[in-house]
């Protein structure tokens, strides 16, 4: 904090006079006191600000499920409600582990960390608890990105497989280089040894966060195949509608809330004056955090309402949700050092950038569900390049500390190498996920531990794997009384629903 | 902030020291203290700049959680056949409001300085030179925006299940770049001619309209313009049969109802005591425990009060009047009972609450008979609820504000409830703010409803309605439980031919099982 409150007794002593020392002891005492109460005001202030941010992106787990339960059929809406559960849980005992320490156990050589493995010689002076709730919040946000792409057609032992060893490994060795002050990519590193002279900027995650998940959700969704009846055999693309549109826009407003501790609370600390005395501190940008998330996401929302009346004939609610959620997942990178006006262009450019992912994927017959590793994956991506062109230099200094003569945004007049370490980002993000998630999945499949049989695809996992279906509406509706408890198929004659 | 600031004169305090040796010793010793107490008084200028945003910035994601619960609210209480209409106006509502509060809302609203009518000061539009000064942040700019859109999700309610989705985006629009700016300028900001916090002295009646957190500046505007469009396009087919006797058209999930109301109510904890704006302030150097962290927590414990009277008065009511107990109206009481005690939530005592809350309930059931009698449909009774209850609030403040609790929130010695003793000017300020909203949201969204229904742009056609406008506009049913239901695998020649509107069936098939 700038401006400490110092005292030296002996130096006031003998301004003060010859029989001053009582006098000065005192004062000195007294701004002693004063100095530490501000010191644990300041930390009382930070934790709060921290912890009820990391409340706020662990609503959005509950998002998340909400969206991905009202994407899928019904048949398999407790199969995928169960993978987003297990994410969460699985994730907090893995991150605890070792995910936490491979990710911020400082100091290390730029690859991946090394100390407080299950949280040993914990809290440090820079990160305490809820910098770790914090982070774990991040890591189950990844692994349930990817559970949207291979929905509806994995088995449940292979959710648990690679979502272990993504919010255990993968994604904490990403976060390292990015974001811990040792990393390699990282514009923590001290001024002369960051990548290009400026580090990637990815202040909350559209790299590290939402292109991880995208991509590793890519490989699954490749590697296991379309759902049955998506495509047909002439290659015409057939919609597998969700099954409530209620849940999906539940699910989309919760994450909204959430981002608003995915996006600002990435400052961790809001006690940080620019300049000691003045209204303009952290806390201001913050706020134009919050607002540049919101304008983005708006943004994208009115342009995919729009785009898809254009393309489709009439106004679609989940497109204009997932729409709405690209605009997040591409104002991430850059919330912080942009302006607001420039906010609204990377929610409009996250809405084009999405619709025509999802035209590609049609064109190559790729499934996915709850379109994930295109709205991550793409407008993730699209929101790493969009910081290279706009990013504001008064911005930068602010969050990343000053630097006379740093790189910014290139359409701001910074020059290229920003973008150029933004690009080198998105290209080491992609490459690192396929190398270790592509492989993962590859083996999984090998094993035949991946896709599930074509008739549990058909009847519903639900009714297979999770003891019945997840709705009973109707007294006489409840079949699970039917099922023999030994085989996945009921007793009765009842043909599988198809 | 504490006006208390810490200063300190290097001359002033060097004199008093100068009985120790010398004279230049003295004025070092006072240097060093005095920029001591500098550094000290800048920490805490920080401190409670972190503070206050924290609060606020909080505060604020709480009443944006308002729309996920009105989203849900509205779902459930229109049939399924029109459930993805009425979420995505919600959606829109919160999108299209932060382009258009963001251009020009905010600054019409808050813009200063400017005359009292509207603001105008150019660095607020599009927020070009924000933030300008101290007590207005991005925070700020957030909070309030998330106040716009709830104003406009309101009116959605009263026209919903019959509206072309073209006229929500004009009015919606308007109504949060406009028309509620205007109103809300007029009465929070410091230039508002009849704003309680009015910096010129020149209040209205001496008193100026206490509206802490908007019944009449959120609930009513937005409950007003919904009268106007629900007047203007009539009742939806079916609702009042030929003889005049109504019938209820029941929302499909009563689950959703329940999601939205206590999403709802979790959000009005940043609504109410959201309001204050900052928490970091002492109300009484005797009392240090006292500040206004306590009138904040008195707010929320006024809004919680108010909507549970509300909601058990509501629950008994109806147990006599309609013979069982029911979930809907109790949940709608409820928020009847918070929209109430939004006007005085900060400015009356926790026993005042309960009146409100319990008042409320009967006019809510009151405009409710009322309206039947009138014909008049509403499918979220928004207009009753946010118009009625809204205007009772604003009443209810001018007959029950405390004087303590008036003078810390709007400093000076200015009239009070008129039964706690405190004469009727603020009452009189209060009814003026009534008439003043209706009168300026009826000239404002009546004629723009009036245009768009001119236009033919306001209501659907008889056969989309009774299809329902989601098979109609919006690609397709909103559910979809078995396989079997999902249109979409389907040649489209074939769904065309399963609607069939009949004169007493409400949905098509496939038929929801809910």
Not at chain 1, 226 to 233: I, L, N, S, W
Not at chain 1, 476 to 493: C, I, K, L, Q, T
Not at chain 2, 27 to 56: M, P, R
């Amino acid at each position: 904090m700038s401006g400490a409150i110092t005292c030296s007794a002996a130096d006031l002593a003998t301004l003060l006079g010859p029989n001053a020392t009582a006098a000065a002891d005192y004062i000195c005492g007294q701004l002693g006191t004063v100095n530490n109460k501000f010191t644990d005001a300041a930390f009382a202030i930070d934790n709060t600000y921290l912890l009820f941010s990391a409340y706020l992106v662990f609503a959005m787990q509950l998002g998340f499920a909400m969206l991905c339960a009202g994407s899928v059929r019904a048949k398999n809406t407790m199969n995928i409600m169960l993978t987003n559960v297990l994410d969460a849980a699985a994730g907090g005992l893995f991150y605890y582990l070792f995910g936490y320490a491979f990710a911020f156990g400082g100091s290390s050589e730029g690859f991946i960390g090394r100390h407080n493995f299950a949280l040993r010689d914990f809290p440090t002076p820079t990160a305490d608890y809820s910098f770790f709730l914090y982070q774990w919040a991040f890591a189950i946000a990844a692994a349930g990105i990817t559970s949207g792409s291979i929905a509806e057609r994995t088995q449940f032992v292979a959710y648990l497989i690679y979502s272990s060893f993504l919010t255990g490994f993968v994604y904490p060795v990403v976060s390292h280089w990015f974001w811990s002050p040792d990393g390699w990519a990282s514009p923590f590193r001290s001024a002369d040894d960051r990548l290009f002279s400026t580090g990637a900027i990815d202040f909350a995650g559209s790299g590290v966060v939402h292109m991880v998940g995208g991509i590793a959700g890519l490989w699954g969704a490749l590697i296991e195949g379309p759902r049955r009846g998506r495509f047909e055999k002439g290659g015409r693309a057939i919609a597998l509608r969700g099954h409530s549109a209620s849940l999906v826009v539940l699910g989309t407003f919760l994450l909204w809330f959430g981002w608003y501790g995915f996006n600002p609370g990435s400052f961790t600390k809001i006690l940080v004056p620019y300049n000691s005395g003045s209204n303009y501190g952290q806390w201001s940008g913050i706020g134009r955090t919050a607002v540049n998330t919101t304008l983005s996401g708006c943004t994208a929302a009115l342009t995919t309402l729009f785009g898809k009346r254009l393309l489709s004939g009439h106004w679609n609610v989940t497109d204009v949700c997932n729409g709405l959620l690209g605009g997040f997942a591409a104002i991430t990178a850059g919330c912080s050092v942009v302006e607001p006006w420039a906010a609204i262009v990377c929610g409009f450019m996250a809405s084009l950038v999405l619709i025509g992912c999802n035209k590609l994927a049609e064109l190559v017959q790729y499934d996915d569900p709850l379109e994930a590793a295109q709205l991550h994956g793409g407008c993730g991506a699209w929101g790493l390049i969009f910081v290279g062109l706009f990013a504001k230099e008064k911005y930068l200094n602010e969050v990343y500390g000053a630097t006379p003569g740093r790189p910014y945004g290139l359409f701001m007049g910074g020059g290229g190498k920003l973008l150029g370490a933004q690009l080198v980002q998105i290209l080491v993000i992609v490459g690192w996920v396929s190398a270790t998630m592509g492989t993962l999945f590859f083996i999984l499949k090998r094993l035949n531990l991946l896709r599930i049989s074509e008739q549990h695809e058909m009847q519903g996992m639900d009714m297979t794997r999770h003891g019945g279906f997840a709705y009973i509406y109707h007294d006489n509706d409840d079949e699970s009384h039917r099922v023999d408890p030994g085989s996945p198929f009921p007793r009765s004659a009842t043909p599988p629903r198809v | 902030m504490d006006t208390a600031t810490t200063t300190c004169s290097a001359v002033d305090l060097a004199a008093l020291l100068s009985s120790s040796s010398n004279s230049t010793s003295s004025l070092s010793a006072a240097t060093f203290l005095c920029s001591q107490i500098s550094n000290i008084s800048n920490k805490l200028s920080d401190t409670t700049f972190a503070v206050d945003n924290t609060y606020l910035l909080f505060s604020a994601y709480l009443v944006f959680a308002m729309q996920l619960g009105f989203a849900m609210l509205c779902a459930g209480s229109v049939r399924a056949k029109n459930t993805m209409n009425i979420m995505l106006t919600n959606v829109l509502d919160a999108a299209a409001g932060a382009i258009s509060y963001y251009l020009f809302g905010f600054a019409f609203a808050f813009g200063t300085p400017s005359n009292g009518f509207i603001g105008r000061h150019h660095s607020f539009f599009a927020l070009s030179s924000y933030p300008e000064r101290p007590g207005s942040d991005f925070s700020f700019f957030l909070y309030q925006w998330a106040f716009a859109i709830a104003a406009a999700g309101i009116t959605s309610g009263s026209i919903a299940e019959r509206t072309q989705f073209v006229a929500y985006l004009i009015y919606s629009t308007f109504l949060t770049g406009f028309v509620y700016p205007t109103v809300s300028h007029w009465f929070w900001s410091s230039d508002g001619w009849a704003s309680a916090s009015r910096s010129d002295n020149n209040l209205l009646f001496g008193s100026g309209a206490i509206d802490f957190a908007g019944s009449g500046v959120v609930h009513m505007v937005g409950g007003i313009a919904g009268l106007w469009g629900a007047l203007v396009e009539g009742p939806r087919i079916g609702r009042f049969d030929r003889s005049g006797r109504s019938v209820a058209l029941r929302g499909h999930s009563a689950s959703l109802v329940v999601l939205g109301t206590f999403l709802l109510w979790f959000g009005w904890y940043g609504f109410n005591p959201g309001s204050f704006l900052t928490i970091l302030k002492g109300y009484d150097k005797s009392r240090p425990y006292y500040g206004q962290w306590s009138a904040v927590g008195r707010t929320a414990v006024t809004t919680t009060l108010s909507g549970c009277t509300a909601a058990l008065t509501t629950l008994f009511s109806k147990r006599l009047l309609a013979g069982h107990w029911n979930v809907i109206d109790v949940c709608n009481g409820l928020l009847g009972g918070f929209a109430a005690i939004t006007s005085g939530c900060a400015v009356v005592e926790p026993w005042a609450a309960i009146v409100c809350g319990f008042v409320a309930s009967w006019v809510l059931i009151g405009f409710n008979l009322l309206a039947k009698k009138l014909k008049y449909d509403d499918p979220l009774e928004a207009a009753q609820l946010h118009g009625g209850c809204g205007a009772w609030g604003l009443i209810f403040t001018g007959l029950f504000a405390s004087k303590q609790y008036v003078n810390e929130v709007y400093s000076g010695d200015r009239p009070y409830g008129l039964l706690m003793g405190g004469g009727g000017k603020l009452l009189a300020a209060q009814i003026v703010q009534i008439i003043v909203i209706v009168g300026w949201v009826t000239v404002t969204m009546g004629p723009l409803f009036y245009g768009l229904h001119k236009m033919n742009l306001l209501r659907i056609s008889a056969e989309d309605e009774m299809a329902g406008m989601d098979m109609t506009r919006h690609g397709g049913f909103a559910y979809a439980y078995n396989d079997e239901d999902d249109v979409s695998t389907k040649p489209w020649g074939h769904m065309a031919g399963r609607v069939e509107p009949t004169s007493r069936s409400s949905t098509p098939t496939p038929t929801l099982t809910v």
